[in-house]
């Protein structure tokens, strides 16, 4: 205790806290899984590694999320780190009532999550914890498997868009 009066919690507007945070730049994942019916997979931002020993790694789906409980059944998925020649996989992967996996290749890794071809680095795991976390769902997985092609450059997203000069002004405007 502090020994500081309480003081209530200030409401944030969810448009300026998107907007605030969208100042850090983020790198973007394809999380797969080989499910019942075939490979799913979903596209997430919210990536983090979390953990050396164990080695753990978490991502945040969306609570409303209809793949992330898909990928829950399966146990094990894989994180796959998108290149920055990967913006339309990013697109595909986000939407919801297609196959995301239409003319995408990829190869099964050791334990038989989808790993995408391109990308930066691919982390495979299991699921070892889930946690609510607001309108998303917190997991952690614990690290299974791992590898990175050091000659690719990461797709990130900053400020609502692909890649940081992108969303930053024009310094001769």
Same mark, same amino acid.
């Given at each position: 205790?502090?020994?500081?009066?309480?003081?209530?919690?200030?409401?944030?507007?969810?448009?300026?806290?998107?907007?605030?945070?969208?100042?850090?730049?983020?790198?973007?994942?394809?999380?797969?899984?080989?499910?019942?019916?075939?490979?799913?997979?979903?596209?997430?931002?919210?990536?983090?590694?979390?953990?050396?020993?164990?080695?753990?790694?978490?991502?945040?789906?969306?609570?409303?999320?209809?793949?992330?409980?898909?990928?829950?059944?399966?146990?094990?998925?894989? %994180?796959?780190? #998108?290149?920055? +020649?990967?913006?339309?996989?990013?697109?595909? *992967?986000? !939407?919801? @009532?297609?196959?995301?996996? /239409?003319?995408?290749?990829?190869?099964?890794?050791?334990?038989?999550?989808?790993?995408?071809?391109?990308?930066?680095?691919?982390?495979?795991?299991?699921?070892?914890?889930?946690?609510?976390?607001?309108?998303?769902?917190?997991?952690?997985?614990? %690290?299974?498997? #791992?590898?990175? +092609?050091?000659?690719?450059?990461?797709?990130? *997203?900053? !400020?609502? @868009?692909?890649?940081?000069? /992108?969303?930053?002004?024009?310094?001769?405007?």
């Amino acid at each position: 205790m502090t020994g500081e009066p309480d003081v209530p919690a200030q409401v944030i507007d969810p448009r300026a806290m998107r907007d605030v945070l969208g100042h850090f730049a983020s790198g973007v994942t394809v999380v797969t899984a080989m499910g019942t019916d075939g490979p799913v997979g979903f596209t997430c931002q919210s990536f983090s590694s979390l953990s050396l020993d164990p080695p753990l790694v978490t991502f945040a789906p969306s609570r409303t999320s209809t793949t992330w409980p898909r990928l829950r059944e399966a146990g094990r998925f894989c %994180v796959n780190v #998108l290149s920055e +020649d990967q913006r339309a996989l990013s697109g595909q *992967f986000a !939407r919801t @009532g297609t196959d995301k996996f /239409a003319g995408v290749d990829w190869a099964p890794s050791a334990h038989g999550s989808p790993v995408l071809d391109g990308v930066v680095a691919w982390i495979d795991g299991e699921l070892w914890a889930e946690y609510e976390g607001g309108d998303h769902t917190i997991v952690v997985a614990r %690290v299974l498997d #791992l590898g990175a +092609d050091a000659s690719r450059t990461p797709l990130l *997203f900053h !400020r609502g @868009g692909y890649g940081v000069r /992108a969303a930053l002004p024009d310094p001769g405007a």
